[in-house]
């Protein structure tokens, strides 16, 4: 799975100090359309931050399949972390760059994302595996609401005649 990351200017150095980084400017935001200026549609993550953020961001470049925006209106010294466009904030850590490397600190966020992926995905098994409860229905419920009952409460309603017919 690809991840995207935007973040401002100065985390951005950081990150191009990254061996593997590859400079890749992408597509233009804007494109002309009819004789005006539209957001460019074909850069699909671009297209829809802006449409939901109302910002335009500007894309740097890559790490493998990690693609990296500059948003100049990012004040605060975050990484914005999107897959699937859900969104993790992580805080820049200069201090574990500078100790073990961009490459540790980049590859940690996505551990950690990775991790909490695999954590839901286990607890919605989890979830799927449990058994699924038959609703009961309430035979007097015919006889005391009837414009309120369901499926359940008729064939409840049902049974209990069958068991008073054999029991009679």
Known sequence: ???????????????????YFKRNLGL???VEMNGDRAFNQKDQFSFWYNTNYKTTIY?????GTIIFYVDMYIKDNVLAV???NTEKIVQHNPSVI???????????????????????DKDREEELKKPIEKPIGDFNK???????VNYEDI????????KDRFNS
Do not use: R, W
């Open 98 to 120: 500078n100790e073990k490397g961009i490459e540790f600190f980049l590859g940690s966020i996505i551990k950690e994302i990775e991790e909490e992926q695999k954590e839901k």
């Open 82 to 84: 999107y897959k699937n």
């Open 155 to 162: 064939k409840s309603y049902l049974d209990q005649k069958n």
């Open 28 to 30: 233009a935001s804007t």
């Open 142 to 148: 015919l006889k005391i609401n009837p414009g309120a």
């Open 59 to 63: 894309m740097q470049g890559n790490i």
């Open 1 to 19: 799975m690809s991840y995207t990351i935007v973040t401002n200017h100065f985390v951005m150095n950081d990150i191009k100090k990254c061996k």
